[in-house]
């Protein structure tokens, strides 16, 4: 079968061995896999990513980040038969997303991450059936392939000490901002203050409820902060509270992960803010604890998502409390996807572009 291989730091379209699946497995045709950041930044650092996951605590499943892996665990896909052991509960022909990993004799493969089992950007997978789950409600495949992207706001959200009247800023509004802002006002939280560079990703912000949007280049998303009721020092919030009015705990989501944001937050942050760190910065990077100490700001780190977190996502897509509508711009077959890769680096030329092995 076909499938897009990671060999050399470059981007191959090659035929790869057939699957069959074990036990406890299913075999799924892929419908649609989205292209995650983390593709585009593990397609010429994936030995650096796979070090820092290391030195961080991740098992070693054995992984050889210069051997062959073919990428993608942002997917929807349907079944097409089923393993010993299977309980055979959803059928031929059902679409299904999943949490990229598949289990087998008593290990598990990160899909996308993997050198034996090959993620969404092949024409086929193996799935574990005991992590299926049906896609409901005639959900549109495009928007089932989101589901993966969308979890990992709604367990940054979930992370966040939010109050009923706390004001959020989220600064980037790349995938993962976007996906922060949707779990945002699923949840009823508000207001909620974007900020992107790009006028683009501005709009996509806007679409998916973001209450102010703010372009950087032109206005400081931080000037905000005293006009809805959030006083920027410890003095001003001490006047407020002997005045009788209460303060809702400020909570930035800082969703870009380049060298110097993170500083640079903690300087224009309210004091006793929670910075949300959900942008994955794969350098080494410098902050000023002096700072942050005499803010009392809390720095909280965030990656993935909990199963429980990834089936909530899907039942919001499903119900309309999250509307991805719009945001996939542009969808490729397997000999596009290098050339989606190039295209991703421009943040006006697309959102998300989802690779679509059928064609």
């Not at 992370?159 to 993962?176: D, F, I, Y």
């Not at 998916?208 to 998303?221: F, K, R, Y």
Request: glycine share 12%; with cysteine.
């Amino acid at each position: 079968m076909r499938a897009v291989i990671r060999r050399d730091r470059k981007l191959v379209c090659d035929e790869i061995g057939e699957l069959t699946p074990g036990e406890g497995q299913v075999l799924v045709s892929t419908l649609a896999c989205g292209i995650c950041g983390s593709d585009l930044h593990a397609l010429h650092h994936m030995e650096h990513m796979i070090d820092l996951s290391r030195r961080g605590g991740a098992p070693d499943s054995g992984f050889d980040p210069r051997a062959d892996t073919v990428f993608g665990h942002e997917f929807c896909a349907e079944i097409l038969d089923h393993g010993p052991g299977t309980t055979k509960s959803l059928k031929a022909g059902t679409r299904v997303v999943s949490v990229p990993i598949t289990m087998h004799n008593g290990g598990v493969e990160a899909l996308g991450f993997s050198n034996r089992l090959p993620g969404g950007f092949a024409e086929r997978m193996l799935l574990s059936e005991a992590l299926l789950l049906a896609v409901p409600n005639g959900l549109p495949t495009d928007q089932a392939a989101m589901t993966e992207p969308f979890a990992v706001g709604l367990h940054a959200v979930a992370k966040a000490h939010l109050e009923p009247k706390s004001v959020c800023l989220v600064v980037g509004c790349g995938p993962v901002g976007l996906a922060v802002i949707a779990a945002l006002k699923a949840k009823g939280y508000g207001p909620v203050i974007a900020a992107d560079f790009s006028p683009r990703r501005r709009a996509a912000a806007e679409r998916l409820g973001a209450d102010i949007v703010i372009d950087p280049a032109q206005e400081s998303p931080h000037d905000r902060w005293e006009s809805l009721g959030v006083p920027k020092t410890r003095a001003g919030q001490s006047m407020m509270r002997m005045m009788g009015n209460p303060i809702a705990r400020p909570v930035v989501f800082e969703c870009v992960g380049s060298p110097g944001v993170l500083q640079m937050l903690i300087e224009a942050a309210p004091a006793g803010a929670q910075i949300l760190v959900a942008g994955v910065c794969m350098e080494t990077d410098r902050i000023e604890p002096s700072i942050a100490i005499t803010k009392e700001i809390e720095l909280t780190f965030v990656l993935g998502y909990t199963p429980e977190e990834f089936a909530e996502t899907l039942h919001m897509l499903a119900e309309g409390v999250i509307d991805a509508t719009g945001l996939v711009t542009g969808s490729v077959p397997l000999d596009g996807v290098a050339g989606a890769f190039t295209a991703l680096g421009d943040p006006e030329a697309h959102v998300k572009i989802l690779v679509k092995p059928g064609g």
